[in-house]
Nanobody
């Protein structure tokens, strides 16, 4: 069973860059046909998919944040990395890392990390 653990700054100021790390255990991020995504949930709202990276390193992003977001990986540490530039209070949310096999549901989730953007 793959386990995911998110980590991040907790709080940052508007215009700063948000950086998050998802550390994966129990499986390799380069395992064929696996996708790794970042999903967030703002307070009082539903889940919002932000983007994903595949086992081969290809990335896709939600159009709503595409110009500000970057997803990458560190294969030596088995980590999925997320950066969001020019943060605003609207980026305040619980951020989750999730994974799925090609064709399947987002079945493995981290516990989430709270990020608050405030001056």
């Amino acid at each position: 069973q793959v386990k995911l653990q998110e980590s991040g700054p907790g709080q940052l100021k508007p215009s700063q860059t948000l950086s998050l790390t998802c550390t994966v255990s129990g499986g390799s991020i380069v395992t064929n046909y696996f996708y790794w995504s970042w999903i967030r949930q703002p307070p009082g709202k539903g889940l919002e998919w932000m983007g994903a990276i595949t086992w081969s390193g290809s990335t896709t992003y939600s159009p709503s944040i595409k110009n500000r977001a970057s997803i990458s990986r560190d294969t030596s540490k088995n980590q999925i990395l997320f950066q969001l530039s020019s943060a605003t209070p609207g980026d305040t949310a619980v951020y989750y890392c999730s994974s799925r096999r090609s064709g399947g549901p987002w079945s493995s989730w981290g516990q989430g990390t709270q990020v608050t953007v405030s001056s």
